[in-house]
């Protein structure tokens, strides 16, 4: 969610600052903000209100020079958007910090602080930690001892880094619940919510885990775990392309990523079929002996990966015959849970942070599952990290706010694990697996077609240009696809929008249907098809129009105020990963033709990673 980077160097770090932030926009905030120790020994800061450039151009006016400094972007979760609440915030011209996550007992912190004499400049939650070490660096002159006393006292999620003008050879780190990655150079060192900020200046990162606390020098780094004894973190080199940071020839990260989905469809079954079946220990070394025990599925995750998961419960009940729950994560961890014996807990998330899953891991541990398996697209993440089995995703970074190409990476990750899970209980039906398997190795082909249809979905789009409200509809498993449709077009254009099973149209939401109210629905050619038909009949006889993405074997043809848009056919069990290609499409062009931010949808942020 917001963005924390930071540098220490015998270079001027502002750039390397800025253009840290700039590769954590996709992340969504509304604020930025810059701290430099500068060269004539003061701390000095810039914070804007609203885009990057807009720091940037601040920064151009009154330039910050200097080796040390911290830099945030910020989305407001304590306090409005504004400039006396964005980050770093500073205690007296001595000490200054920026923070990820939310402190929970910061109410109760600043009446203490208050008591002290300090003075309160914004509504933020952060600030209260940095009088709060302001006031242990009086009787502890060390900043990474006193950073070691304050951290106990601060009660929820949070990363932090912090410089001192008093100690300015020196960049301290803090995380608990919220991503910290270092990076390494020659002479120089960095710290960064996300090791995308960093790519400009090194492919070496080392990942600081839960209670870590880290002191950066310029030559030099130490890392304390949560009992404060010093330890060293495993170091890693980034070998990801550059893809993910340039647009290339498209004009937006989510057209890119769209049209990226054959490839990391791929790429996610690479080294995991077999000739004709899964191979289980793709999901780890003791997956066959821990799946051959698992009698129930509970699925927790949120937005797209929730609607990912609901896919999955068709899948395991009706092709492996495994009960399966899906719940919405911040539902889940509060709520008394009844586990059912022998119960797989799988979460879904394409960073691997959100807050809501990575807590919902955390209660399932107390509560007596079988085994947890993460499924997510970040081999660092937290929730891989503490998860007994994982599936990598290998999608890539996502830039673009509304998920696209994790969404589709992820139902294949979830068809892989319906497959094993058969597979070592011996529930698949004779033939299914090799025939899906063989499905799956199709299956890149079979995007690439739906792809090719780009200028088609484009015309269609135009159709919703003076529009401002519309339904989706789907059966079976097709209904969570008609809810991704739906959340997509309502997150980046702007349109509300509703998906509801094909069937329940009767039962409230027919009220709804006029000329004003364009109706989407998927209909691959399966066995609820001739029920669909009769639906749509429904909303024809009200004056609704009709958008129709339809196999091109299921016999529903244009008509008035019908407008069909003919789909590769494709194995029904897949059909749900190839529908949603187009509707990804609806989505992307109707937000073109509304001309809103598509990337950098308002009021959302890529990775969430509070309540």
């Known amino acids: 969610m917001c963005g924390i980077v930071g540098a220490i160097a015998e270079r001027n770090i502002t750039p390397i600052l800025v253009e840290g932030l700039k590769r954590l926009e996709y992340r969504g905030y509304d604020s930025a903000g810059v701290a430099v120790f500068t060269n004539d020994g003061t701390l000095d800061r810039r914070r804007r209100v609203g885009k990057v450039a807009e ?59 208050k008591a002290l004499g300090y003075v309160f400049t914004s509504d933020t939650d952060t600030e209260v930690i940095v009088h709060l070490l302001h006031h242990k660096l009086k009787t502890i002159p060390d900043l990474a001892d006193a950073l070691k006393a304050a951290v106990p006292e601060l009660h929820g999620a949070y990363g932090l880094a912090v410089i001192s003008a008093s100690q300015p050879d020196r960049l301290l780190a803090a995380r608990s619940g919220s991503p910290l990655v270092i990076g390494l150079g020659l002479g120089e060192n960095f710290l960064a919510s996300d090791q995308l900020a960093l790519r400009q200046v090194t492919d070496r990162f080392i990942y600081l885990e839960e209670g870590d606390i880290a002191e950066i020098r310029r030559d ?31 004009r937006h990260f989510m057209l890119k990523e769209i049209h990226e989905q054959p490839k990391v469809v791929q790429r ?19 997956a066959a002996e821990l799946f051959a025990k698992v009698r129930n599925v509970q699925i927790v995750a949120c937005g797209t990966s929730y609607h990912a998961g609901m896919v999955a419960r068709y899948w395991l009940e009706g092709l492996a015959g495994i009960p399966c729950q899906i719940e919405v994560a911040s539902e889940f961890r509060y709520r008394k849970v009844v586990v059912q014996p022998d119960t797989l807990f799988v979460t879904i998330s394409q960073s691997g942070e959100t807050a809501d899953t990575l807590a919902a891991l955390r209660n399932a541990k107390e509560l007596g599952y079988l085994t947890s398996l993460a499924i997510c697209n970040v081999g660092t ?82 159709l919703f240009a003076e529009k401002h409200h519309t339904l989706f509809l789907g059966r079976g498993a097709q209904y969570p696809v008609a809810m991704e449709g739906s959340l997509k077009l309502k997150e980046i254009s702007y349109i509300h929008a509703e998906a509801y099973p094909a069937g329940e149209l009767k039962h409230g939401p027919l009220a709804l249907v006029d000329s004003d109210m364009p109706v989407v629905t998927v209909a691959p050619n399966n066995e609820l098809v001739e029920k669909l038909k009769s639906n749509l009949q429904e909303v024809r006889a009200r004056g609704g129009e009709l958008i129709v993405f339809a196999d091109r074997e299921a016999g529903i043809d244009n008509g008035e105020g019908v407008h069909v848009v003919a789909m590769p056919h494709i194995d029904d069990a897949l059909a749900p990963i190839l529908y949603t290609i187009p509707l990804q499409l609806l989505s992307y062009y109707v937000a073109v033709l509304k001309g809103t931010d598509v990337d950098q949808p308002r009021n959302l942020a890529k990775s969430v990673t509070v309540e």
Not at 231 to 247: L, S
Not at 268 to 284: I, K, P, S, W
Request: hydrophobic residues 40%; glycine residues 10%.
């Open 55 to 113: 720091l940037e151009q601040a920064l151009a006016e009154q330039p910050l020079l200097g080796r040390l400094g911290i830099a945030h972007t910020r989305w407001a979760t304590h306090g409005a958007p504004s400039e006396r609440n964005a980050h770093p915030h500073f205690s007296g011209e001595q000490l200054a910090v920026v923070h990820n996550g939310i402190i929970e007992n910061y109410e109760a912190l600043r009446e203490q602080l």
């Open 381 to 462: 993440s937290s929730l891989v990290r503490e998860s007994d089995l994982t599936l990598l995703t290998q999608a890539g970074p996502e830039i673009g706010v509304a998920s696209t190409k994790a969404f589709t990476t992820q139902l294949v990750g979830l068809m892989l694990l319906t497959l094993s899970l058969g597979q070592v209980r011996g529930t698949l039906e004779a033939g299914v697996e090799a025939g899906l398997v063989e499905e799956l190795r199709r299956l890149p082909t079979r995007l690439g077609e739906a792809l090719a249809m780009d200028k088609t979905v484009e015309k269609v789009a135009e």
């Open 268 to 286: 996610t079954m690479e080294g995991r079929l077999g000739t004709d079946h899964v191979l289980v220990n793709a999901f780890g070394p003791r």
């Open 220 to 250: 030099s780094l130490q890392i304390w775990d949560e009992q404060g004894h010093a330890v060293q973190r495993e170091q890693v080199q980034y070998h990801e392309g550059a893809e993910a940071a340039d647009k290339g020839e498209y």
